[in-house]
C-alpha cells in the first residue's frame, strides 16, 4: 500500500494527500515542508495499535517535537507573561517523569488563559495557544494527533500574525527541521 492510500485511510487533509501524490514515506519525510501535517503523521502513527512494531515514536516523543514547535513562538509572548513557557516546561516534566498529568492540565489551563488574555494580540495570542496545545497533547493521548499538529500550527501562526507568508514559511522550515532531529519515520503497515 503506498503512503497516499495510508493517508486516505487515516483521513488526513485533502491538501496532504495530494502533495504527497506516489512519495513513499521517506521522500514525504525528506521534503515536507509542514511541521503540522508531519506532527499529524507521527502522533497519528503513534496511536496505531502496531506502532512498536513500526518503529514509529512513543506518545512522549512526539510530545516534546510538539513541545519543541511550541516554544518556536515564546519569541512572540510578553517577558513578564511566563504561562506559556511554564506549559513546555511542565510537560517536558511530565515526558521525563517529573511532573504529574495533573500538573500538566493545570499548566495547560494557564497557558489557554494566556492566549485568552492577549487575544486582541494575535501573535502572543497564537504563541500561548501553541505551548496549550502541546500541553494537550499529552494530556490526552487519545486526539494526540490533532494537538501536536495544532501546536505546530499555532506556533506558526504566531510568526504571520507578526509578520507575512514569508514568516509563515520560515517557521514551519524550522519546526520541521527539529521535528526530523528529533522523530525519525518509521515503517507503514505492508512497506
Given at each position: 500500500m503506498k503512503l497516499k492510500d495510508h493517508l486516505q485511510k487515516m483521513e488526513a487533509c485533502g491538501p496532504a494527500i495530494k502533495w504527497v501524490g506516489n512519495k513513499?514515506?521517506?521522500?514525504?519525510?525528506r521534503q515536507c515542508k509542514r511541521a503540522d501535517w508531519m506532527l499529524w503523521?507521527?502522533?497519528k502513527m503513534?496511536?496505531?495499535?502496531?506502532?512498536?512494531?513500526?518503529?514509529?515514536?512513543?506518545?512522549?516523543?512526539?510530545?516534546?517535537a510538539a513541545c519543541d514547535c511550541a516554544e518556536t513562538s515564546l519569541i512572540y509572548v510578553?517577558?513578564?507573561?511566563?504561562?506559556?513557557?511554564n506549559a513546555i516546561k511542565t510537560t517536558r516534566?511530565?515526558?521525563?517523569?517529573?511532573?504529574?498529568?495533573?500538573?500538566?492540565?493545570?499548566?495547560?489551563?494557564?497557558?489557554?488563559?494566556a492566549a485568552y488574555a492577549y487575544a486582541a494580540y494575535a501573535a502572543y495570542a497564537y504563541a500561548a495557544y501553541a505551548a496549550a496545545y502541546a500541553?494537550?497533547?499529552?494530556?490526552?493521548?487519545?486526539?494526540?494527533?490533532?494537538?501536536?499538529a495544532y501546536a505546530a500550527a499555532a506556533a506558526a501562526d504566531a510568526a504571520a500574525a507578526d509578520a507575512d507568508a514569508a514568516a509563515?514559511?520560515?517557521?514551519?522550515?524550522?519546526m520541521c527541521?527539529?521535528?526530523?532531529?528529533r522523530l525519525k519515520p518509521g515503517r507503514l503497515p505492508n512497506d
Amino acid at each position: 500500500m503506498k503512503l497516499k492510500d495510508h493517508l486516505q485511510k487515516m483521513e488526513a487533509c485533502g491538501p496532504a494527500i495530494k502533495w504527497v501524490g506516489n512519495k513513499t514515506l521517506y521522500q514525504a519525510w525528506r521534503q515536507c515542508k509542514r511541521a503540522d501535517w508531519m506532527l499529524w503523521l507521527v502522533a497519528k502513527m503513534c496511536q496505531h495499535p502496531k506502532r512498536k512494531k513500526l518503529g514509529w515514536p512513543t506518545h512522549k516523543q512526539v510530545v516534546l517535537a510538539a513541545c519543541d514547535c511550541a516554544e518556536t513562538s515564546l519569541i512572540y509572548v510578553p517577558n513578564d507573561e511566563q504561562r506559556p513557557a511554564n506549559a513546555i516546561k511542565t510537560t517536558r516534566a511530565w515526558c521525563r517523569g517529573r511532573a504529574t498529568i495533573k500538573e500538566v492540565k493545570k499548566a495547560y489551563d494557564a497557558a489557554y488563559a494566556a492566549a485568552y488574555a492577549y487575544a486582541a494580540y494575535a501573535a502572543y495570542a497564537y504563541a500561548a495557544y501553541a505551548a496549550a496545545y502541546a500541553d494537550a497533547a499529552a494530556a490526552d493521548a487519545a486526539a494526540a494527533y490533532a494537538y501536536a499538529a495544532y501546536a505546530a500550527a499555532a506556533a506558526a501562526d504566531a510568526a504571520a500574525a507578526d509578520a507575512d507568508a514569508a514568516a509563515d514559511a520560515a517557521i514551519h522550515k524550522k519546526m520541521c527541521k527539529l521535528i526530523r532531529k528529533r522523530l525519525k519515520p518509521g515503517r507503514l503497515p505492508n512497506d
